[in-house]
């Protein structure tokens, strides 16, 4: 019989590097050097396809998030702020889901976003958007993008601290 990590070893190594992250209190932050967002087209829970390049001239914040991360779940009520706070003025709030879709299902991670009141989309990450995004660096949740109106990476924050992103988007809003 396969011990849980050998039959899950991708599981276990993300919830190491989860842990990791919610022992390191600061986040770190800076410009991207405005490198130009790559561009992905996700399904959101409905099946629908989002793109990036759907909210060109809006300012996006992406999160690379798992449900069974504790930084990506304290960060989740002030992306919630966030989003109802700065709407108006031109933020997409775009939540990157890094489950696995065989443990769980579409149906569980809108049970998930109702329960902790998200007013953003959720969408299903693949290999191919954290690849885009993250490179040959480490892969690190919670993540967060924030691409400016003209869709290149000015910010990324890595961990969760609170009140970081609205400095950050107050820049850029």
């Known amino acids: 019989m396969l011990s849980t990590f050998q039959r899950y070893p991708h599981i276990f190594i993300a919830c190491i590097l989860g842990l990791g992250l919610l022992f390191t209190p600061a986040c770190r932050s800076g410009s991207e050097g405005g490198r130009a967002a790559p561009d ?39 992306l919630v702020q966030l989003q109802k ?58 993540t967060m993008f924030v691409i400016n109106r003209e869709g290149f990476i000015v910010d990324k924050h890595v961990g969760f601290r609170p009140g970081s992103l609205e400095e950050s988007l107050k820049r850029h809003l």
């Open 40 to 78: 992905f087209s996700l399904e959101d829970l409905s099946g629908e396809l989002v793109s990036l390049s759907d909210f060109r001239g809006k300012v996006v914040l992406v999160d690379f998030w798992a449900t069974w991360c504790p930084p990506c779940r304290q960060s989740i009520p002030e």
């Open 85 to 142: 706070k700065y709407r108006e003025k031109g933020l997409v709030v775009l939540g990157i889901s890094l489950d696995d879709p065989q443990m769980i299902s579409s149906k569980s991670l809108q049970a998930f976003g109702e329960a902790f009141g998200i007013n953003y989309n959720i969408l299903r990450g693949n290999q191919k958007v954290v690849l885009d995004f993250f490179g040959k660096a480490e892969t690190a949740i919670p």
